[in-house]
């Protein structure tokens, strides 16, 4: 999927929000359950799949799904949905912050602070940090650390999906 196929369609609906904003809302949703339904999460970002056009909800629908496949694998396939590495830095650093406040939306629209484990919070408040990134970035120095932080991301998402994914984690399905 194209990120800035998707990109162009989450701005069309809602102008505040990206991609990667969204993707990673349902990264967070689904490593809570996953069982988490696509239109709850749709209803969360307040897109209201019933006025948008059969193709773009198709679209969002599919990255929700490919994103609980990719999180349910244990092949380490799942990756953050950012811009390719032709965008300017400025902006893969804007789209990975954006990630970071999306997923923790996610976790936090699914679970309550109080049922987090210790370690899981401690990876949280780095996910935290990350949404403070300085995205006045050039230069090979500052692309080396965002793809170091994308890494940490992607090992840190399948350490809480495997810390704070259980049965007894509900998310709301249609109309609960």
């Known amino acids: ?101 999306g997923f923790l939306f996610g976790v936090g629209s699914a679970v309550s602070a109080s049922d987090v484990p210790e370690n899981a919070v401690e990876i949280l408040k780095d996910i935290a940090e990350f949404t403070k990134l300085d995205d006045n970035v050039d230069g090979e120095e500052d692309e080396h650390a965002l793809m170091e932080i994308n890494e940490y991301l992607r090992s840190a998402v399948l350490l809480l999906r495997d810390e704070l994914s259980s049965d007894s984690n509900h998310i709301p399905q249609n109309g609960e």
């Open 1 to 101: 999927m194209a990120y800035k196929a998707c990109n162009a369609i989450v701005l069309e609906i809602d102008p505040e929000l990206s991609a990667a904003e969204v993707h990673g809302m349902a990264t967070g949703m689904l490593c809570i359950s996953g069982q988490a339904e696509s239109a709850f999460w749709l209803a969360e970002l307040a897109f209201d799949k019933n006025s948008m056009v059969s193709e773009n909800t198709d679209t969002l629908i599919r990255l929700f799904e490919e994103t609980r496949h990719l999180l349910s694998n244990d092949e380490f396939d799942f990756d953050l949905f950012l811009p390719d590495d032709d965008v300017p830095l400025a902006d893969q650093a804007e789209a990975l912050k954006n990630w970071c406040r």
